[in-house]
């Protein structure tokens, strides 16, 4: 099998099944097999995955185990010689899939690559990143992000420095779209299960590094996500009772006393 494609929801039907719709349109030319793990969504995902989707290999968690975990399950069953880590929320189109294998099958050092992220009026959507100082999140997060000196910063984490118009290795990019080589996984290992949701995909990145392996971004693959940055949407002191962003900051906490 030369690709698996992996794809985690809970509670995005709409947007998985046009994300399944894509892959049925638009289906990567090599040998594949899609795995779709349900973290027990009560929106009537599972109906229509039996009713719509019945030759895809549907796993459904009894409860909502995060994440990694999610994406792990699924990684231990399949077969591909390369991993496609899709988010629900993306999009894809023709050609686009198969342009990024076979970027991995010309950069024999990459263990990871993500494609370029559009917005869905197709502008460029900041998806690499710099591995995050300490206080990073709290800028983003809180009316600190706005100070000058705060606001370089962020430009600099967001590599808005560069204009994304050209393939190079970076520090991390965003786990929406990620395809893995598994001779290099079988080095890295599997995505951390303390991470329940966020930091998952910067501290995959930093490890494939670690193991001597390049992460990169590929312009030449596009795919179009519908980026919704829920743990963000009430900042500052507010956010605090977000249940999502309390997440967020035990995952950059769980980070920072990893690495």
């Not at 698996?4 to 929801?9: A, D, K």
């Not at 950069?107 to 959507?125: E, F, T």
């Not at 967001?158 to 970076?170: A, E, F, P, Y």
């Not at 009772?241 to 967020?248: A, E, R, W, Y």
Request: charged fraction near 25%; charge should be positive.
């Amino acid at each position: 099998m030369k690709l698996s494609i992996i794809i985690t929801t809970y509670n995005n039907r709409g947007l998985l099944r046009q994300l399944l719709n894509g892959l049925r349109n638009f289906p990567p030319k090599e040998q594949h097999e899609i795995f779709v793990v349900d973290n027990n969504s009560s929106d009537g995902t599972s109906s229509m995955m039996q009713i719509e989707f019945s030759n895809i290999t549907y796993l459904k968690n009894e409860k909502n185990v995060g994440l990694a975990k999610a994406n792990n399950k699924a990684i231990k069953l399949s077969t591909g010689n390369f991993i496609l880590i899709l988010n629900p929320d993306i999009a894809v189109f023709e050609g686009n899939i198969d342009r990024l294998v076979q970027f991995m099958e010309k950069h024999p050092k990459a263990g990871l690559v993500g494609p370029r992220l559009l917005h869905p009026d197709k502008s460029i959507q900041y998806s690499t990143f710099y591995f995050p100082k300490w206080y990073i999140p709290i800028f983003r997060r809180t009316p600190l992000g706005k100070l000058p000196w705060a606001k370089r910063q962020l430009h600099y984490y967001l590599m808005k420095n560069w204009d994304h118009s050209k393939s190079k290795t970076v520090d991390w990019v965003l786990g929406a779209v990620m395809l893995i080589r598994r001779s290099a996984l079988e080095q890295v290992g599997l995505q951390d299960e303390d991470f329940f949701l966020y930091f998952e995909d910067v501290d995959w990145c930093k490890r494939f590094w670690k193991q001597g392996f390049e992460v990169w971004y590929d312009v030449d693959s596009s795919f179009v996500h519908y980026h919704k940055r829920e743990s963000a949407e009430s900042p500052g002191l507010k956010g605090i009772f977000n249940p999502l962003t309390k997440i967020h900051i035990q995952s950059w906490l769980t980070y920072l006393k990893k690495h």
